[in-house]
């Protein structure tokens, strides 16, 4: 350790009053290389002091003394030290104050920049600069403050612009901006905003009306199109007539469903147009489109099962700006009903006109044939008698049965004739056809044996309500045209089965039941042409040679069908044959068999009641009555028949009733008289026969009819008939 | 109904707002959007955007000095 000096050494002090050494280490604290502590701090100025006051140094004499020189300029050290210390004090001070300051601000500030521009400070301070510095600070955190505001403000205001307009995106048009703001462009925006809002939603609420009103326009025109019988169309100008728009009557229509037909999807409306029908519509449309007018056309479409329609469409083009047509459009309607319905008429029309004539051609026939039968009847009732009264040698006997015969084909004639002419059944009895086909069959076969003639009968075939007479007529009527149709031989056909046409096929007929017996008549002979088979039941109509027909056989096969409610039709094909087909109504009744009157047992017995308004007629049939036995009263018109009978109506037993006659007809007579008897036999005779009188008449009692001209056999068998039927 | 979290710690005024802002449309309705937030103004900001914006302040949870934890229902 270096060796220390004391301020001894220096002053030589010897005194113990030194108050350095009293801090025992000997050394003096104020002297350079001596111990002291802290050179530059108080102490050493304090220390220092006290060296300067310190006895010892009074001790010291001289003045020039280097000693006291440097204790002089210590001194005057000393003074310049205290000033320095005062000075220092204060300017401590002034550096605490501002450290103090500066903190304040620098808080302020860190506040201010976190963004609190609520912060205030004190602006008072001992520093000039501090309070200056404050007052800045404050100053700057008001400013801030208002600038931190605004933006808030605009922050909130753009939160909530934000807010509003996605809840419009989203579809909430409902959405406004509410808050109010100072901020002048903020409320502009608002305003603007909702403004804008407003507009959009009006328009959105005006599109989505005028979509909602295309909408139910729409759906009234779908539903209109719809519930349209036909359908709606707009198609291209193109061969394959493209559908652009079909309404749903497409599928009624064609069997097709509309998205099968639009733009061909499945299958072109043009190959729907019947192939035949192709060309002429093309040509309806291209001459409309030609001259810009709408079309009509019927045609027929072939649709999805194959079924042939036909349709009447109405249609119009649809052209551009210059004039190019763009589309069609147009309306098609199923007409097949319609179309039927005037085939149907049509052949209605026909017949009817066809039973106009046959109607007029009738009654003209009738009436020729009543007077003609009645010549024929006083021919042959003179010829019969003539024949009874001389032997088979006389030389007139040939001749008078060649009148006989010839008169008897003469009323063959006419009765073939009135079968035609006559408006009713006059006999009408339930039968069962098979039998009487059948007989009538074999009676036929037998005279013509080249024929192979074949039958097929239906068992239990069902009744029918018949004039056995007219109908075995009609049936050999038809037998006879099938030979006719056959000279070289060939197959009759004869079929009989029960029918139930149903009640469209009965009222195209013009049928009154549902339910019918049916006979078909078939040969394999020469056939007839179209043509001549409208014609064949026109009586005197033949395409035989000149005398090997009349003509009238099967207008009268027509006439007594007509009359018993059913029909007769003819079919025919040239080199196949011809095949006719009768209806018949179906009775319900139970057939009733037939008594064969036994020609041999006619026993006469009473008086017969002859009532004719014709001498001639009376004449011969007395002569007929009295030849089998009768007693016979005449009469030669109504009123004397009545009185007659009232007054022997006990004696007659039959009477023998002309139906024309001029004072009383036939029918007003037989009232009379049944009102007199209930029981009362008669007998209608006539050459005529009005439309249906003689069936009425037939209906109110009376017991049968004979037509005139009748032979003496004929008046027997009938008379029999009625005698032995009671 | 969801909650979610929407940490605005240390972002600075206003932007919380903004973020909430931008949160809101992704919130259903009874939706529950709990934010953080630490800046001076933070509280004051979310109480006036719910008041101006229809939406529920549930709760205010102090969560230190300066954060908060704050819950707004939509």
């Keep these: 350790m270096e060796n220390k000096i004391t301020c001894q050494d220096y002053s030589c002090s010897q005194t113990d009053n030194c108050p350095i050494l009293k801090f025992g280490s000997g050394h003096c604290r104020n002297i350079s290389k001596t111990v002291i502590y802290g050179e530059q701090n108080e102490a050493f100025f304090k220390i220092v002091e006290k060296c300067l006051s310190c006895p010892c140094l009074d001790n010291i004499s001289t003045q020039t003394s280097p000693l006291k020189f440097l204790m002089e300029m210590v001194r005057h050290l000393l003074v310049i030290a205290r000033q320095t210390a005062t000075k220092d004090r204060d300017l401590e001070n002034i550096s605490l104050e501002m450290a103090m300051g500066l903190s304040e601000v620098f808080d302020a500030l860190k506040k201010i920049s976190s963004g609190d521009p609520s912060v205030r400070i004190t602006e008072t301070s001992d520093v000039e600069l501090i309070v200056r510095l404050k007052q800045m600070v404050n100053e700057t955190a008001v400013n801030l403050g208002e600038i931190v505001d605004m933006l808030h403000e605009f922050a909130m205001g753009l939160a909530e612009h934000f807010d509003v307009l996605h809840r419009v995106s989203s579809g909430d048009l409902s959405a406004r901006v509410t808050g109010s703001s100072p901020v002048e462009l903020l409320s502009s925006l608002k305003q603007m905003t909702n403004q804008m809002i407003q507009i959009v939603a009006h328009e959105i609420a005006e599109r989505k009306k005028a979509q909602e009103d295309a909408q139910e326009s729409g759906r009234q025109l779908s539903t209109l199109m719809g519930n349209l019988p036909g359908m709606v169309y707009r198609c291209n100008y193109n061969e394959k007539w493209t559908m652009l728009l079909v309404s749903d009557g497409c599928k009624h229509l064609t069997g097709y469903e509309t998205q099968d037909l639009k733009h061909d999807a499945v299958i072109s409306y043009g190959d729907l147009i019947h192939p035949d029908d192709r060309q002429k519509v093309l040509d309806t449309v291209q001459a409309a489109l030609c001259q810009k007018k709408s079309f009509q056309m019927e045609y027929r479409i072939v649709d999805r099962n194959r079924q042939i329609k036909w349709v009447w469409e109405q249609g119009v083009g649809v052209y551009s700006d210059d004039g190019e047509v763009m589309a069609i459009e147009g309306y098609i309607i199923d007409i097949t009903d319609k179309k039927q319905s005037e085939f149907e008429r049509q052949i209605l029309e026909q017949k009817l006109q066809q039973a106009t004539k046959m109607e007029a051609i009738g009654t003209l026939a009738g009436g020729i044939a009543h007077d003609f039968n009645n010549l024929l009847m006083g021919i042959l009732g003179n010829v019969t008698l003539s024949l009874m009264n001389i032997d088979t040698s006389h030389p007139l006997y040939d001749r008078l049965k060649n009148i006989e015969k010839h008169v008897q084909c003469g009323a063959d004639l006419t009765r073939q004739l009135l079968g035609f002419a006559r408006g009713g059944k006059i006999e009408v009895k339930t039968t069962n056809l098979n039998e009487l086909i059948q007989n009538s069959l074999e009676m036929f076969s037998r005279t013509k044996k080249e024929l192979s003639v074949s039958t097929m009968f239906q068992p239990d075939l069902w009744n029918v309500d018949v004039d056995r007479g007219q109908i075995h007529q009609v049936m050999l009527n038809l037998y006879v045209n099938a030979w006719q149709a056959m000279p070289g031989g060939g197959q009759l056909i004869v079929r009989t089965g029960n029918e139930v046409i149903d009640s469209h096929d009965a009222r195209m007929v013009h049928l009154p039941s549902e339910y019918y017996v049916k006979i078909t008549v078939a040969d394999t002979g020469v056939g007839m042409d179209a043509q001549t088979c409208e014609r064949i039941f026109e009586p005197f109509f033949t395409t035989r040679e000149k005398g090997r027909g009349t003509g009238l056989g099967l207008a009268s096969a027509y006439g007594i069908i007509k009359n018993h409610g059913g029909i007769i039709h003819g079919y025919s094909e040239k080199g196949i044959g011809t095949t006719f087909t009768i209806y018949l109504p179906a009775s319900k009744k139970m057939a009733i068999q037939e008594k064969r009157p036994d020609d041999t047992q006619m026993a006469a017995f009473g008086a017969i009641l002859l009532v004719d308004d014709e001498r001639l007629i009376l004449e011969v049939a007395q002569l007929m009555l009295e030849k089998l036995g009768f007693r016979v009263i005449s009469a030669s018109n109504g009123p004397d028949a009545i009185e007659i009978f009232k007054n022997q109506k006990d004696q007659i037993t039959l009477i023998i009733l002309d139906m024309i006659m001029p004072e009383m007809n036939g029918g007003d007579v037989f009232d009379r008289l049944k009102a007199i008897d209930q029981n009362v036999r008669v007998i209608l005779a006539s050459g005529y026969s009005l439309n249906g009188h003689a069936s009425d008449i037939m209906t109110r009692g009376c017991r049968g009819f004979i037509q005139k001209p009748f032979s003496l056999e004929d008046l027997t068998r009938k008379i029999q008939d009625v005698l032995t039927n009671e | ?74």
Aim: glycine share 6%; charged share 25%.
């Design chain 2, 1 to 74: 109904m969801a909650t979610e979290i929407l940490d605005t710690l240390g972002v600075k005024c206003p932007q919380p707002i903004l973020k909430i802002a931008v949160k809101a449309p992704t919130m259903k309705p009874g939706d529950i959007l709990e934010v953080w937030g630490d800046c001076p103004t933070f509280e004051r900001d979310v109480r006036i955007w719910c008041q101006r914006l229809g939406k529920v302040l549930v709760s205010v949870q102090d969560d230190g000095e300066i954060a908060k934890r704050i819950q707004i229902q939509f």
